[in-house]
């Protein structure tokens, strides 16, 4: 019997202890249930609080925005002609009708390069299909701006009868200049009528008497008449190379350019830099025309820059519209300005216009750029942004939407916290007669709460910050005998205080100190400061009473350990006796020969 284990319950005694010391316990346990039930209501009362603050802190941020000044300086504008003349306005602009009258819209100036003298002609001398005269460059190396694709294109000869003879000529890429004179004379059938001029960079195709030119078909599928820049003339005209052939290439690096002033660089022997309004443009022999034009329209030089391919020239026009010159600036040795035709002869600025405008009739005014600043006004708050020539209305007045919706804002904060006070601290009657009541229905300080923002809210001064507006009621809002909430019983009051006395209702709501803004801050941030705030202070007296609470709780478990432990102990010794007990029993009934 020593190996018996007396912490099984009823194993030598037969009587379940356990059961009753679990029961035992439990009852012990009985005055916890109670704390627990105390603890909860602490919590909820908590969470109440904890709510009433954030609603007021709502109404707090409500009443804040309505004390911003700019919330009444807010302006609406409009322009009755759109397409004319659109308008902003800040807060605070002049409000009224003016008439504006755009004569001259304002246009960007534009800095021209020059035409001539900066590319090189295609060749070096006149080129014919005569035996003798120069071959001319290959065409695959020609210095046009396009490259040349092989293939065939189309020469057509009409006669005085209206016939038409097409011939097509094939070329190719290592074809030079005097190769395709020569075909283009075979494909007319007349000797000498194609021929190039150096002087004029050009290519001459002279009508055969009688007889009109038609050049190029859809058919085509070489670009050799666009290289040439020839079209078809007007009859009874020979076709003339529209511009001058030698041109730059917008994929080619500048070293490969053919320009007739060479050019240098000033930074290095490969780099150099020039300016173009004080903004500087680097690029470098390997740099592209593409990529030095990307560059300068990326910088803040303030200019769009292109390329003219058929004058063969540079265009520097500025982003922003109106009469202002351009100042280009080369760096150190470069010459880049000048090789490019951006300076010295042929160059020059091709200037824009200023916007010419009037205002109610008034003297011609004008403005660097097609927005007329109130600076340029007079008008305080008022921009124009001009598109065309013509008269606009332009209206300007109080924006009182805004305001309109920060109070109506307003109110409805304040009847959300009314409507939350009153359903935490009102009790209730069941059908049964059975009350119940809110989680703060007796706290003398929350129900108070109530009455004094109804007060405040409702308080009509004399005297105060605005002459006429002096509290909600001159605004159509006001409050019942039955419930804290506002509600609206004149809706027409608010919007005529707003449309015409709105200064007065400014004063009302942002005056400093008295104005309503300001007395509902000084009446909430006192309950609601993180730190020193009234209900902030109440929620933490609560956590400290549930800690308390805690604390509590803990001693009370370990006293019902400790019962608990001693009623096991004893029981289990009983169980030890008993266990004996059976032993010696059974060991005398050996001896005496009894059977069990």
């Not at 030095?292 to 303030?302: F, T």
């Not at 009182?400 to 109506?408: E, L, W």
């Not at 032993?583 to 050996?590: A, R, V, Y």
């Amino acid at each position: 019997m020593a190996g018996l284990d007396m912490s099984i319950s009823g194993l030598a005694s037969g009587f379940d202890w356990k059961s009753v010391v679990d029961q035992l316990t439990n009852v012990e346990r009985a005055p916890q249930a109670t704390v627990r039930t105390e603890q909860t209501t602490l919590a909820n009362r908590r969470s109440a609080l904890g709510q009433i603050a954030t609603q007021l802190t709502d109404l707090q941020t409500k009443a804040t925005a309505l004390g911003d000044s700019s919330l009444y300086n807010r302006r609406s504008v409009s322009s009755s002609d759109t397409s004319i003349a659109t308008v902003s306005a800040a807060d605070g602009a002049v409000t009224g009708s003016y008439s504006i009258n755009v004569t001259t819209l304002a246009t960007p100036s534009s800095w021209l390069g020059a035409t001539s003298g900066i590319i090189s002609p295609l060749h070096t001398a006149d080129v014919s299909a005569n035996a003798g005269a120069p071959t001319g460059p290959v065409l695959s190396a020609a210095g046009w701006g396009a490259t040349l694709t092989a293939g065939t294109v189309t020469i057509g000869v009409q006669n005085s009868s209206g016939t038409v003879t097409n011939t097509t000529v094939t070329v190719a890429t290592t074809d030079t200049l005097k190769d395709v004179l020569v075909k283009l004379d075979t494909a007319i059938g007349s000797t000498g009528v194609a021929t190039y001029s150096s002087a004029n960079d050009q290519v001459t195709i002279a009508r055969p008497d009688g007889k009109n030119l038609i050049l190029g078909s859809a058919s085509d599928t070489s670009n050799l008449l666009s290289c040439l820049k020839l079209f078809t003339p007007a009859p009874g005209a020979s076709a003339v190379s529209d511009s001058k052939l030698g041109s730059l290439k917008l994929s080619g690096s500048l070293s490969s350019q053919p320009l007739v002033t060479p050019l240098t660089y000033g930074t290095t022997a490969t780099t150099g830099a020039f300016s173009i309004n004080g903004v500087s443009i680097d690029y470098s022999s390997s740099s592209t025309l593409a990529s030095v034009l990307s560059s300068i329209n990326d910088s803040a030089a303030g200019v769009q820059a292109s390329f003219d391919s058929g004058l063969n020239r540079f265009v520097l026009k500025n982003k922003e519209p109106g009469n202002r010159g351009v100042v280009l600036a080369q760096s150190g040795s470069s010459n880049f300005l000048t090789a490019f035709g951006l300076t010295g002869t042929g160059s020059s600025l091709s200037s824009g216009t200023d916007l010419v405008y009037s205002i109610n009739g008034g003297a011609t005014a004008k403005a660097r750029s097609n927005s007329i600043r109130d600076s340029d006004s007079g008008l305080t708050g008022l921009t124009f942004t001009a598109s065309k020539v013509g008269t606009t209305t332009i209206t300007s007045a109080n924006d009182t939407g805004a305001a309109r919706s920060a109070v109506d804002a307003l109110v409805s904060s304040v009847n959300r916290v009314q409507s939350l006070i009153s359903s935490l601290t009102v009790s209730n009657r069941d059908a049964a007669g059975k009350i119940t009541a809110g989680v703060l229905a007796y706290d003398q300080t929350i129900f108070q709460l109530g009455s004094s923002l109804r007060s405040l809210l409702s308080l009509q001064l004399s005297g105060g910050p605005s002459t006429t507006i002096r509290g909600l009621a001159d605004l159509g809002y006001s409050t019942t005998g039955y419930t804290n909430e506002l509600s609206a019983t004149n809706s027409a009051s608010l919007n005529t205080a707003l449309s015409s006395q709105l200064s007065e209702v400014q004063k009302f709501f942002s005056t400093a100190t008295t104005g309503l803004s300001a007395r509902i801050t000084s009446f909430v941030k006192p309950m609601v400061d993180e730190n020193s705030g009234t209900l902030s202070q109440r929620q933490k007296g609560l956590t400290e009473q549930s800690s308390k609470l805690d604390n509590q709780l803990v001693a009370m478990e370990r006293r019902v350990q400790s019962n608990r432990e001693r009623l096991l102990t004893g029981f289990r010794a009983m169980e030890a006796a008993q266990a004996k007990s059976n032993s010696q029993m059974q060991f005398l009934n050996q001896k005496l020969g009894i059977s069990s």
